[in-house]
């Protein structure tokens, strides 16, 4: 049913309450969603916060999914997944439960009106392109500039292994 779809990547963060039980629900949730198969989950890493940096650490992961989701309705569906968890649109890069961000869409590049692919973040970001390369295809467009970015990033800092992941196993036995 899910042979046309596209592969698309999602990246996961939350640095405020229970963060790996909200990235847990989150990917949980990704996978119940209709049109939307997680296939792959990265490991969970501890991140020291880029951008504001006066706020606690991260935790990070990135889903490989197959989806038959639309770019803009797969953005609302991490929305509506966001809010379900409790985020309120809240300060720019400030502190959150738990944010969903859409990094690859198959291997399309477009400027749309309420998103840009590639995300046009992630190749300065360890704490995106650490977990992705865990779980990127190999062949997909973008894994070339994943790999190089990383490599001219300078060094590993900041980016710990928390916990690793075996999708989709431990997950059915966890609660809720
Ligand atoms: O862009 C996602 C939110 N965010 C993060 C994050 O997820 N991890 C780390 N380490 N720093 C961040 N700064 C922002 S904003």
Redesign the pocket.
């Known amino acids: 049913m899910m042979g046309s779809a596209t592969i698309a990547y999602i990246g996961l ?1 939350a640095n405020l309450g229970d963060k790996e039980e909200q990235l847990r629900q989150a990917v949980k949730r990704l996978h119940g969603e209709t049109g939307i198969r997680v296939e792959r989950c990265s490991n969970i890493y501890e ?6 940096t006066d706020q606690p650490p ?1 935790l ?1 992961m990135v889903a490989r999914i197959r989806t038959i989701l639309k770019p803009e309705p797969l953005l609302d569906v991490c929305a509506k997944i966001e809010r379900s968890l409790g985020r309120v649109r809240d300060v720019r ?1 400030g502190p ?1 439960t738990i ?1 969903l ?1 859409v990094l690859l869409y198959g291997d399309e590049v477009a400027e749309l009106p309420r998103l840009t692919i590639p995300h046009p973040r992630m190749f300065e970001r360890l ?1 995106v392109l650490i977990p992705l390369l865990e779980v990127l295809d190999e062949d997909a467009s973008a894994a070339v500039s994943s790999r190089e970015a990383l490599e001219t990033l300078d060094g590993k800092e900041g980016v710990r292994l928390w916990r690793k992941i075996n999708w989709p196993e431990e997950f059915e036995h966890s609660a809720n």
Not at 47 to 52: A, E, I, K, R, Y
Request: aromatic share 28%; charged share 30%.
């Open positions: 963060g991140t020291d916060p880029v951008g504001f991260f990070n890069w959150r944010d961000d704490f």
